[in-house]
């Protein structure tokens, strides 16, 4: 049987309404890896975009609790650089193709105008049916070089969300 949509929202909504904190968000993530691994589910909502569209598509946002699960599909190559999603948190979830991902630590912390700079912690490769907790401020960046497919779940659109002002120590050294 099938794994919808509407499925995944109601699970996602009835996890998240019993527990908000990070063991439910890690029960979520096995919710989305079920997802991830039905081939209908990926036909339906992951579908190829045109050339210069926008990879990110809110395919449900829930209406109480403010959750979004969206559709990314990354036709090129791309890499992301150091970010959070500010008071948000979200969970990535690859259904096609691999993400290097990169966690960062803080070495000096921003205020203002002043960015909060950081430098490489961990990496490691999200690979089709992987699915990974990014915690509120949890720095993180990912490296895509084929044609991507993800789900993503977010706390809150983060279309709404003041993102922080971070930059790549090194990065900044090279300036």
Same mark, same amino acid.
């Given at each position: 049987m099938a794994y919808t949509l509407t499925q995944l929202a109601a699970d996602i909504?009835?996890?998240?309404k019993a527990d908000s904190g990070p063991a439910a968000k890690e029960k979520v993530c096995g919710y989305v890896s079920k997802s991830l691994t039905d081939q209908a589910f990926i036909a339906a909502h992951l579908k190829d975009? @045109?050339?210069g569209a926008h990879p990110r598509e809110v395919l449900y946002e829930d209406p109480e609790l403010g959750f979004c699960v969206c559709g990314h599909v990354y036709m090129m190559p791309a890499h992301g650089e150091p970010h959070d999603h500010g008071?948000?948190? +979200?969970?990535? $979830?690859? +259904?096609? $193709?691999?993400?290097?991902?990169?966690?960062?630590? /803080? /070495?000096?912390? $921003?205020? $203002? @105008?002043?960015?909060?700079l950081v430098e490489p912690d961990k990496v490691y490769v999200l690979r089709p049916g992987d699915a990974h907790f990014y915690d509120v401020h949890v720095?993180?960046?990912?490296?895509r070089d084929? /044609?991507?497919k993800l789900v993503r779940i977010e706390g809150s659109n983060l279309d709404h969300i003041k993102r922080s002002n971070i930059k790549a120590a090194a990065k900044v050294a090279a300036e």
């Open positions: 909504r009835e996890t998240l975009r @045109a050339p008071s948000s948190w +979200a969970i990535y $979830g690859l +259904a096609e $193709g691999d993400t290097e991902m990169t966690d960062w630590k /803080v /070495v000096r912390k $921003g205020d $203002g @105008a002043t960015p909060t720095i993180h960046s990912p490296k084929t /044609v991507t």
